[in-house]
């Protein structure tokens, strides 16, 4: 089963179709063919490939039209065939965004790049002491005449040590105290360092960054000081849902893997697929995805259409469709018994994959808190 837009259709546009087959080519054609990289090295070296290719393909254009179901779609999609594919898109969107959305033309063209597949992007906000509670961040960018010095250390970076530009996210000492400001740090500069990997169950380029005396110009500033935390949770605002949809795709790949086995393998002389329990399980499966699904595309619509922030619908749809993503593949797991805990396996290499989207861009406690202050706001 790919993605089946029948749940979603009356969220989507015409574009939307072309897209979806532009994707599922790429998938066929290519995803296909390419085995999971079993190292962390390989998985670094996989991931620059796919960037080009996915480039190459087109299939980062809904990150600057800023089409958020687009970005959905693509998600669920790559996610289905390839977490790893899912990441290098969910990283360009990351990066890229908060330059088409503050920055100066020479940055929005580096942003171009990257849609291109010409550059690999990064965004780094979490740091040793700073990880959901984003006013702990302690990197700082000192004003010196026409620059800025960096100097910090940023945690659990995806395409840290891999990407060829950073989105970083620091207090510019002269901000309000708790302001942070957005700049652009190329992975060569003088004073970027690459500490080290940080190597995952499953295949994601992963890494600590550091900066020390890291000298950028002004021009490498993006949008004003101070603004750099409302860049950053308006980027993740936008993007939230599209974590919820990479969630429906390793789901609905799970799904898809669990059905295959129910029907093939015989236990008590019938197949798994006959006997009421495992029949139970699937029910639940298909109906927790579908939820998810109605939840993310009804999100990225509300934004399609002009929202200002989505905070209440997108916050929903990621805690709602990754929390469920990580019961349906748990499920699939069960369901191919000792076959699902190979290495080897699609759905082991799914159940190592989904867990961290629910850590990711805001954990789950962190959008119930989200919610939670939506919903008790007062009223206006
Ligand atoms: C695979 C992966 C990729 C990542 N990529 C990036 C990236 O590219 N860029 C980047 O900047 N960061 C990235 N991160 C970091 C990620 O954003 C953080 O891990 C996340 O924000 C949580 O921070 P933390 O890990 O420090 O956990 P903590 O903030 O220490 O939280 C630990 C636990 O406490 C809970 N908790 C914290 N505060 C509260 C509260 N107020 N109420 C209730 N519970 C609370 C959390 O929900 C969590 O369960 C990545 C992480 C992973 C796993």
């Known amino acids: 089963m790919r993605v089946d837009l029948h749940p979603v259709r009356a969220f989507l546009e015409a574009r939307h179709e072309g897209l979806l087959d532009r994707a599922q080519a790429f998938s066929r054609d290519v995803l296909s063919k390419r085995k999971p990289p079993e190292t962390d090295e390989e998985a670094r070296t996989e991931a620059r490939a796919l960037l080009t290719l996915m480039g190459d393909a087109s299939l980062f254009e809904p990150i600057q039209r800023q089409d958020y179901r687009g970005c959905c779609l693509l998600r669920e999609e790559l996610a289905f065939h390839s977490p790893l594919a899912d990441a290098v898109f969910a990283l360009q969107a990351l990066s890229a965004t908060p330059l088409f959305l503050r920055g100066t033309p020479l940055q929005t063209a580096l942003a171009t790049e990257a849609i291109a597949g010409a550059q690999m992007g990064a965004f780094a906000m979490t740091e040793p002491g700073a990880g959901s509670d984003a006013h702990a961040i302690a990197c700082e960018a000192r004003r010196e005449g026409e620059s800025y010095v960096l100097n910090g250390t940023k945690t659990l970076i995806s395409n840290g040590g891999l990407a060829d530009f950073y989105v970083v996210f620091a207090k510019a000492v002269k901000a309000r105290p708790k302001g942070l400001t957005a700049f652009i740090v190329e992975a060569g500069s003088a004073g970027f360092e690459f500490v080290k990997p940080l190597v995952m169950s499953a295949p994601h380029p992963l890494g600590e960054i550091a900066f020390r005396d890291c000298r950028v110009s002004e021009g490498a500033r993006i949008g004003k000081e101070g603004e750099g935390l409302k860049l950053a949770l308006s980027t993740l605002d936008r993007l939230r849902a599209t974590v919820g949809a990479a969630a429906c795709g390793m789901a609905a790949r799970a799904l898809s893997e669990a059905l295959q086995h129910a029907q093939t393998r015989r236990q008590f002389g019938k197949p798994l697929a006959d006997l009421p329990l495992i029949q139970d399980k699937i029910a639940r499966m298909a109906i927790r995805l579908r939820a998810a699904r109605l939840l993310v595309y009804e999100a990225a619509w509300e934004k399609d259409q002009g929202a200002g922030r989505v905070t209440l619908e997108s916050g929903m749809a990621k805690a709602f469709a990754t929390e469920n993503a990580q019961t349906i593949v748990d499920d699939a797991v069960q369901i191919l018994g000792g076959r699902g805990v190979m290495k080897e396996s699609m759905v082991d290499l799914l159940y190592r994959s989904v867990r961290a989207l629910r850590i990711y861009e ?19």
Request: hydrophobic share 40%.
């Open 362 to 380: 805001g954990t789950t406690e962190i959008q119930h808190l989200l919610v939670a202050s939506q919903l008790l706001k007062p009223a206006p």
